[in-house]
């Protein structure tokens, strides 16, 4: 069978996931009057709601008899490990631009990793039909971006199709009129550029996992593309691991990929991508050989994780009474569920409590799992976000990362100022008029709890790239902590208008009337940099005296509404933020009053120690 085996990479929202569902239309790979739904590939509701794919995606097209592997892989930069685990399997790329937009932080990381592994890339205009689009500046600043990345002379005269994915349309010209119905020109020059697999058909199998997929019956698959001989279902093989050490086992189950389907096969060929189910330990880098000759494939990198965060069972005075899936051991099997198939996603329990440190590579990263986990019935608590430290050389080092912000020219000093005083340094800085584009390396610590507020500061306005760079040494101030106080409840109940009149008074409130709050929640935000203990939950006394007008009626304002990533953002260490189905609330990690004063005032006193003895 001819095949191509191709990855989809580019910067996130360009169109990745809606230009896979113009090729499996066109391809004809669905029957004419079935239902075809909007970035079929992001099966996760998540992927829909939030428009981003979160793990990569396999399938498969047919098209003038050659079979095309096409897989869909994240664009955001917390998912980026699995796009450079991609490039093993594959032969060949479409880099997707944003006609309007150009290259951007994420075409680099992708585009650099498809050279670094010598993958053929075929250069893919996206949404040439959008309002004051430049598809030919699009390609400069490609082919710009080819020449700083040292690519070879022979990559520079790359290949260029202009496509709308939405529309479903591609041209071979830059001019929008000149695109017709369908992906044919696409399709003819992935057949025509992309080289056919390097597998040798005739020697003793061998197979390297790049992904890994889940399934309650059969437990972990590896996914991977066959590199020598064929496979059949029952065959016995040896899992060759990146320790060196060798497992036997037997082929349960045999995975090809085509269109929404995994189809169970009996047989996979050389050159072909496959799952494998059958060992229930297989990691990313084991390479499945046959018996006869043991040779495993160099291992390839899997992200560090660089972020973490505490995971509890709910402790609050409201556990149980939202969600069904509430003791620590069935989060704890959810946890290492979830490892099975996010190898970037690592946690340990914590000795002698019902906690776990979860790490992984970002806020979103970890965010799309509380998440995940909410809508399937947990309850939990979790802690603010906090960077890995490393020692390295004896030196104490944190992660930093690049990031690139453009906002229109007014918010420019705001957005600078702040960035200063998080540890930020300016490296670059552009104005083409309207847009000020800032280029900054700035410790992680920094961006947490910066990212919410940014939309905030830039009015919706501003658009935030950044991905992670490199360790290097602790910057040696505070950083990601709240300097705002926080407005406390001290009685547990439902919050009354009467009570909010009062306590709206002191700052801004998260919570309603009707809303069911207890001591220790935190309600609303304080003006000055001190918590507050009010009550939230007071009525009206009673009295037998008639008033000689009408009672006025309450308005309240309106409360600021707070997001799962906006709770972990806000939070600081020694806050919590409970997790339910159905509520999302921030509290204290000391819940209640009294003894949370006393801890305050021994914390404060420490410090004045501290300082004093300095």
């Not at 829909?48 to 979160?54: A, D, K, L």
């Not at 507020?453 to 658009?463: A, Q, S």
């Not at 009337?513 to 507050?532: A, N, T």
């Not at 021994?602 to 300082?611: D, G, R, V």
């Amino acid at each position: 069978m001819d095949i191509r085996n191709i990855a989809i990479i580019a910067h996130v929202d360009h169109g990745k996931t809606t230009l896979v569902n113009s090729l499996l239309t066109s391809s004809g790979t669905f029957r004419a009057n079935e239902a075809i739904q909007d970035r079929m590939l992001d099966s996760n509701p998540l992927e829909h709601e939030r428009g981003i794919t979160i793990l990569a995606k396999t399938t498969s097209i047919h098209y003038k008899g050659t079979k095309i592997n096409i897989v869909d892989t994240p664009g955001h930069a917390d998912f980026g490990g699995e796009v450079e685990r991609i490039m093993h399997m594959v032969d060949g790329c479409l880099l997707l631009v944003d006609a309007y937009e150009g290259t951007m932080p994420q075409t680099r990381f992708v585009l650099k990793n498809a050279l670094e592994n010598h993958i053929k890339p075929i250069v893919v205009i996206n949404k040439v039909d959008r309002p004051n689009a430049n598809p030919k500046k699009a390609v400069d600043e490609v082919l710009d971006l080819f020449i700083e990345l040292g690519a070879p002379d022979d990559l520079l005269d790359f290949p260029v199709c202009y496509v709308s994915a939405l529309n479903g349309t591609s041209s071979m010209s830059a001019d929008p009129a000149s695109q017709k119905p369908g992906m044919d020109c696409l399709f003819d020059l992935i057949i025509k550029n992309i080289p056919t697999p390097k597998a040798d058909p005739n020697g003793p199998f061998q197979w390297q996992s790049a992904l890994l997929d889940y399934n309650d019956f059969v437990g972990r698959i590896g996914i991977g593309t066959v590199r020598r001989g064929k496979i059949k279902v029952g065959d016995s093989m040896v899992d060759v691991k990146p320790d060196g050490e060798n497992e036997n086992f037997k082929v349960m189950k045999l995975y090809t990929f085509y269109g929404m389907e995994r189809d169970e096969v009996n047989e996979v060929e050389a050159g072909d991508i496959c799952g494998i189910a059958g060992l229930s330990d297989i990691g990313v880098s084991d390479t499945v050989c046959d018996p006869s000759k043991l040779e495993a494939l160099p291992p390839l990198r899997v992200d560090e994780p660089t972020l973490q965060m505490e995971f509890g069972t709910n402790s609050s005075p409201l556990r149980g009474q939202d969600g069904k899936k509430v003791t620590a051991r069935v989060i704890e099997e959810r946890l290492f569920e979830e490892t099975q198939r996010d190898v970037s996603l690592k946690f340990r329990r914590v000795p002698n409590a019902e906690t776990w440190i979860v790490s992984g590579r970002g806020e979103l990263h970890l965010g799309v799992l509380i998440e995940t986990m909410r809508r399937e019935g947990y309850e939990l608590e979790v802690s603010k976000p906090q960077v890995i430290i490393k020692t390295i050389d004896g030196v104490k080092c944190e992660p930093y990362e690049d990031l690139q912000i453009d906002v229109p020219n007014e918010f420019v000093g705001d957005i600078m100022t702040t960035l200063g005083n998080r540890g930020s340094q300016l490296i670059n800085m552009d104005d083409n008029g309207t847009n000020t584009r800032l280029v900054y390396v700035i410790p992680s610590r920094g961006l947490i709890g910066f990212v919410s507020n940014f939309l905030t500061m830039t009015k919706g306005y501003g658009i935030i790239n950044h991905e992670y760079k490199e360790y290097r040494p602790m910057y040696s101030h505070d950083l990601g902590e709240r300097n705002i106080g926080v407005l406390v409840s001290t009685d547990k109940g439902s919050a009354t208008s009467y009570a909010l009149q009062k306590v709206e008074e002191h700052g801004t409130m998260f919570i309603v009337p009707g809303d069911v709050c207890y001591e220790g929640m935190i309600v609303g935000e304080h003006r000055y940099p001190v918590d507050l203990a009010v009550n939230c939950t007071m009525s009206k006394p009673m009295t037998n005296v008639r008033s000689s007008t009408r009672e006025l009626m309450i308005v309240l304002k309106a409360p600021r509404k707070m997001t799962l990533e906006a709770c972990l953002d806000y939070v600081n260490l020694d806050e919590l933020v409970e997790i339910t189905p159905h509520s999302i609330r921030m509290r204290k990690r000391i819940l209640d009053t009294s003894e949370r004063k006393k801890y305050d005032a021994h914390k404060k006193a420490a410090a004045e120690a501290m300082e004093n003895a300095d």
